[in-house]
């Protein structure tokens, strides 16, 4: 158990669908993240939540959209999605930004998306 | 541009044998290394690495980081199947949340 706990484990959508997916950390951090691991490439940044607030959006397409209600919870809504979006996504939490202090990410167990 | 370099990109070793993963980067702003295990999902963490020349130890592995030549090591020394795994690097910059990380170094242990 990481303690940050995703759902679902595996989802298979098509591209006119809407989805979400949850993250739900216990460890009391204040910043979370969403990753995008895509087979033989680097695990892709494509949002930063700071004591709910947004404070990174790595130039990802409108068709992902985040939410963070409090602390503890981080959505990825999901629509009208293309094939290549099919990969691992990864929620991640800190107990502070990794940019003003020396907190390593703690990795949920991700959700395999598939986009038929 | 930000990059860092892992190799080797794959590594087939007998169980027992030591092994050396390595990690090279190129980032500005630099503020800490990271390396982590992903055997299944989770990418679980191992080390954090801010000093250079100081080695950091956990059972049979550990890590080192030369900043002034921008690389890291991880070691693993008598290997066990369960160590089996893909195992990432990434730097951390001072200036933003944008940790970059490696493509992965996936260590097969053979029986």
């Known amino acids: 158990e990481t303690g940050v706990t995703q759902t679902p484990r595996h989802l298979v959508m098509g591209m006119t669908n809407k989805k979400s997916l949850k993250c739900e950390q216990h460890l009391g951090h204040n910043a979370m993240y969403w990753y995008k691991q895509s087979a033989k490439k680097p695990l892709e940044l494509m949002f930063v939540?700071?004591?709910?607030?947004?404070?990174e959006n790595n130039s990802v397409p409108s068709r992902f959209s985040p939410e963070c209600p409090n602390s503890s919870h981080l959505f990825l809504h999901l629509h009208t999605l293309q094939p290549e979006d099919s990969a691992l996504y990864l929620c991640?939490?800190?107990?502070?930004?990794?940019?003003?202090?020396?907190?390593?990410?703690?990795f949920g167990n991700g959700t395999r998306l598939t986009v038929t | 541009e930000d990059k860092v370099v892992q190799s080797p990109l794959s590594l087939v070793v007998h169980e027992g044998d030591t092994v050396t993963l390595n990690c090279s980067y190129e980032v500005t702003n630099f503020r800490s290394l990271l390396w982590y295990k992903q055997e299944k999902k989770a990418p679980t963490f191992l080390f954090m690495l801010?000093?250079?020349?100081i080695e950091k130890k956990s059972g049979r592995l550990s890590s080192i980081l030369d900043k002034k030549e921008l690389f890291s090591i991880l070691n693993i020394t008598a290997t066990q199947t369960g160590d089996s795994a893909v195992y990432l690097c990434?730097?951390?910059?001072?200036?933003?949340?944008?940790?970059?990380f490696g493509k992965g170094t996936r260590l097969h242990i053979l029986p």
């Open positions: 990434a730097v951390v910059p001072n200036r933003d949340d944008k940790i970059i």
């Open positions: 939540y700071s004591l709910e607030e947004r404070v």
């Open positions: 801010t000093s250079s020349g």
């Open positions: 991640a939490s800190s107990q502070a930004r990794v940019s003003s202090y020396n907190s390593p990410l703690h």
